[in-house]
């Protein structure tokens, strides 16, 4: 087992480290500054990606790529590295064209749609010209289980018309959002796994309706955390993602790496909270001491490290077994990084926000956002629990080949 930084994956570093410091790191005040005046997309994001595209920082999380399309092909285990630096700022990756969800739906796109799908879509969205929303949560019933969802995706002859609700909807509100990929029942008489579909709905259908942008605690996402409508929306047939009863199927293959990307730009941002709080301990006193000579706060900066780097360890094997055989073959992988990240994210920003008192909880410092999305995190993708299920029943399979061989240990006549 590898999962060592390659050459090549040390020179993006290298390059990416280097462009983040110089362009975006900079500009991060004046990002919060416009998008808290309502201007938004910011006035510099096309400038930066157009740089970012030249310098060949594009499309760093697509590893399969036709010869014609933009993007680096990297590895799942190259990416993750450069996913944790662009996530030491929160908005860094759409500069770089690896914002969530327009990855995930990339990659469906390049999996399963058709020619005319693929120009119309995919095409704009490779090179950055649009931005997209993936359509699969839903406020009425539990949507960590994908059989839950009730939108309707009924045929009426050469269209679809869909009905639903659904929320938590990222990227509905941004101004450049063209296409939108619904999950939805096309047969609810079907075996409870080929009940679904998917259909490509243009952001303007009539029909469609954004009802809110809603807020993550007090964390508010300029491109839209959103509750959107249907209501006899019609799009033609031709929309159709794949095959009729294909859409559970699909859902697993998108959220396999999109699990993963989360977690590496989590550990960026982690790494964040990590390098605030070493400094302001060595810098704020209370009592007379600096509170970096007291052994609580060292026993924090240790356990944060120890905590970082375990979680880093994990994430880039998972992102090696992705590699070597599928994100199948990784499937209690996946859902352990899942898991453990958020939680390690929340753990070291919170003994972050300690260190820093009463500023770590206010705006001055991007600590209660970090904490926030990592608390967010324990249910974007599936819940912890739904995650923990799935490992432990994994696993007592897994011991079920050897049952009884531990007994062997005990001491008993």
Same mark, same amino acid.
């Given at each position: 087992?590898?999962?060592?930084?390659?050459?090549?994956?040390?020179?993006?570093?290298?390059?990416?480290?280097?462009?983040?410091?110089?362009?975006?790191?900079?500009? #991060?005040?004046?990002?919060?500054?416009?998008?808290?005046?309502?201007?938004? $997309?910011?006035?510099?994001?096309?400038?930066?990606?157009?740089?970012?595209?030249?310098?060949?920082?594009?499309?760093?999380?697509?590893?399969?790529?036709?010869?014609?399309?933009?993007?680096?092909?990297?590895?799942?285990? #190259?990416?993750?590295?450069?996913?944790?630096?662009?996530?030491?700022?929160?908005?860094?990756?759409?500069?770089?064209?690896?914002?969530?969800? #327009?990855?995930?739906?990339?990659?469906?796109?390049?999996?399963?749609?058709?020619?005319?799908?693929?120009?119309?879509?995919?095409? $704009?969205?490779?090179?950055?010209?649009?931005?997209?929303?993936?359509?699969?949560?839903?406020?009425?019933?539990?949507?960590?289980?994908?059989?839950? /969802?009730?939108?309707?995706?009924?045929?009426?002859?050469?269209?679809?018309?869909?009905?639903?609700?659904?929320?938590?909807?990222?990227?509905?509100?941004?101004?450049?959002?063209?296409?939108?990929?619904?999950?939805?029942?096309?047969?609810?008489?079907?075996?409870?796994?080929?009940?679904?579909?998917?259909?490509?709905? $243009?952001?303007?259908?009539?029909?469609?309706?954004?009802?809110?942008?809603?807020? /993550?605690?007090?964390?508010?996402?300029?491109?839209?955390?959103?509750?959107?409508?249907?209501?006899?929306?019609?799009?033609?047939?031709?929309?159709?993602?794949?095959?009729?009863?294909?859409?559970?199927?699909?859902?697993?293959?998108?959220?396999?790496?999109?699990?993963?990307?989360?977690?590496?730009?989590?550990?960026?941002?982690?790494?964040?909270?990590?390098?605030?709080?070493?400094?302001?301990?060595?810098?704020?006193?209370?009592?007379?001491?600096?509170?970096?000579?007291?052994?609580?706060?060292?026993?924090?900066?240790?356990?944060?490290?120890?905590?970082?780097?375990?979680?880093?360890?994990?994430?880039?094997?998972?992102?090696?077994?992705?590699?070597?055989?599928?994100?199948?073959?990784?499937?209690?992988? /996946?859902?352990?990084?899942?898991?453990? /990240?958020?939680?390690?994210?929340?753990?070291?920003?919170?003994?972050?926000?300690?260190?820093?008192?009463?500023?770590?909880?206010? $705006? #001055?410092?991007?600590?209660?956002?970090?904490?926030?999305?990592?608390?967010?995190?324990?249910?974007?993708?599936?819940?912890?629990?739904?995650?923990?299920?799935?490992?432990?029943?994994?696993?007592?399979?897994?011991?079920?080949?050897?049952?009884?061989?531990?007994?062997?240990?005990?001491?008993?006549?």
């Amino acid at each position: 087992m590898e999962f060592g930084y390659s050459d090549r994956c040390n020179a993006l570093r290298q390059q990416l480290t280097e462009f983040m410091e110089e362009h975006v790191i900079p500009r #991060d005040r004046l990002w919060h500054k416009e998008v808290k005046a309502g201007q938004y $997309p910011v006035s510099f994001m096309e400038d930066l990606k157009a740089l970012a595209k030249s310098q060949g920082l594009w499309n760093l999380f697509l590893p399969s790529l036709r010869e014609d399309e933009p993007g680096q092909g990297l590895s799942n285990l #190259d990416y993750a590295p450069l996913a944790e630096i662009m996530g030491r700022v929160f908005w860094s990756s759409e500069v770089f064209n690896c914002n969530a969800p #327009d990855t995930g739906n990339m990659e469906l796109l390049h999996m399963f749609a058709t020619p005319a799908q693929y120009e119309a879509w995919l095409k $704009p969205l490779l090179a950055g010209e649009i931005r997209s929303a993936f359509c699969m949560t839903e406020p009425d019933v539990a949507s960590s289980d994908a059989t839950n /969802i009730q939108t309707s995706i009924r045929r009426d002859g050469d269209d679809y018309v869909i009905n639903g609700r659904k929320w938590f909807i990222t990227n509905a509100a941004h101004p450049n959002c063209k296409i939108m990929i619904v999950m939805g029942k096309t047969d609810p008489d079907a075996e409870p796994h080929r009940q679904q579909s998917m259909v490509l709905v $243009p952001r303007d259908t009539p029909g469609v309706t954004i009802v809110r942008n809603i807020n /993550i605690l007090n964390h508010f996402s300029p491109e839209g955390h959103c509750e959107v409508r249907f209501e006899n929306v019609r799009v033609p047939a031709e929309n159709l993602l794949g095959t009729e009863g294909d859409g559970f199927m699909m859902a697993q293959a998108r959220l396999g790496p999109g699990r993963i990307h989360h977690c590496m730009r989590s550990i960026g941002q982690t790494e964040v909270a990590f390098d605030l709080m070493c400094d302001r301990v060595q810098e704020r006193k209370t009592f007379g001491r600096h509170l970096a000579e007291r052994d609580t706060i060292l026993e924090w900066i240790a356990r944060s490290r120890v905590a970082i780097e375990q979680a880093r360890l994990l994430v880039l094997k998972t992102a090696w077994m992705i590699d070597q055989g599928g994100a199948r073959s990784a499937r209690k992988e /996946i859902s352990m990084i899942k898991t453990l /990240i958020p939680q390690m994210q929340c753990e070291v920003t919170d003994r972050a926000i300690q260190a820093f008192g009463a500023m770590g909880l206010s $705006p #001055d410092t991007p600590l209660g956002d970090i904490f926030t999305w990592g608390r967010a995190l324990r249910l974007i993708d599936g819940p912890d629990e739904v995650h923990l299920r799935s490992i432990g029943k994994m696993e007592l399979k897994e011991r079920g080949k050897n049952l009884g061989q531990s007994l062997k240990y005990l001491y008993t006549e």
